[in-house]
């Protein structure tokens, strides 16, 4: 009987997968592959965005802009945003390349002094336009570009989530590191991440929401809610108009293509 027991257990470990006997490093891994791979195959995406600036005593100030994107698969994707108003900002523009090894490549260009300036890896810790994102938070979420820790399983607003540490590779992050909340019953899609600076301290919380389907598979929220814990201040951004496969090609996303569409 006790052999009959020990053959019973064996099946039910094999059958269990790659999953039994996982490090919690490896099974973090794993989830971010799976996120990653959920979501390949839009090639191409632009859509329109209403960015609320909210400072510690709820002054508001808006900003709009269009977000294109060109997917890769052998490195990371190529991005870029335009701001349409209001009149101070009109025509700022920045591209960013990921890269899935070292450090993203970003520029931008100020219509006001009509000029594309690099945007150096020891700054990207910097807020962009003055919302409390950094220019690195425009980066694509690449798997190479993190080390993984999963955590545990919980369950938030309702959702079922995975939550994984992610230790930044790149060490001019302005991160020590983020905790990921996966949806892992909705692609893998974020529902929420957690930011702490290089001295370990809570900085920041972006919880995403309003999602809805593309394509039948890639899940997009229709509202980011960015909080800065340290600041007291806060980021909305609105996104409209989703449109996919586009017909944008890579040449598209070039520092001549940065300066035309600024002006």
Do not use: C
């Not at 591209?95 to 990207?124: A, C, M």
């Amino acid at each position: 009987m006790k052999t009959k027991l020990s053959i019973i257990a064996l099946i039910v470990l094999f059958v269990a997968g790659p999953s039994y006997g996982q490090s919690p490093e490896e099974k973090g891994i794993e989830i971010a592959q799976k996120a990653i791979k959920a979501d390949e195959g839009f090639e191409s995406s632009e859509v329109d965005l209403r960015m609320v600036l909210r400072n510690r005593q709820g002054q508001e100030s808006e900003r709009f802009m269009t977000n294109m994107t060109y997917e890769l698969t052998t490195d990371g994707d190529k991005s870029l945003i335009v701001f349409n108003s209001p009149r101070d900002v009109q025509g700022t523009a920045t591209l960013t390349f990921t890269h899935k090894e070292g450090s993203d490549d970003q520029w931008l260009y100020l219509p006001s002094i009509k000029r594309v300036k690099r945007i150096s890896s020891s700054n990207k810790s910097g807020p962009f336009m003055g919302s409390e994102f950094a220019y690195e938070d425009l980066s694509s979420d690449e798997v190479e570009k993190y080390t993984y820790k999963f955590l545990k399983e919980d369950n938030f607003n309702g959702e079922n989530v995975l939550l994984v540490e992610q230790f930044p590779v790149d060490p001019k992050s302005g991160y020590q590191k983020r905790i990921a909340y996966y949806n892992p019953d909705k692609n893998y899609r974020f529902e929420k991440m957690e930011f702490f600076d290089r001295k370990g301290a809570m900085l920041k919380t972006l919880t995403y929401h309003d999602y809805e389907t593309y394509l039948d598979k890639h899940q997009r929220a229709g509202r980011f809610y960015m909080v800065n814990h340290q600041t007291g201040k806060e980021t909305e951004l609105f996104f409209e108009g989703y449109k996919f496969k586009t017909g944008l090609e890579e040449d598209d996303f070039n520092q001549t293509t940065l300066q035309r569409i600024g002006r």
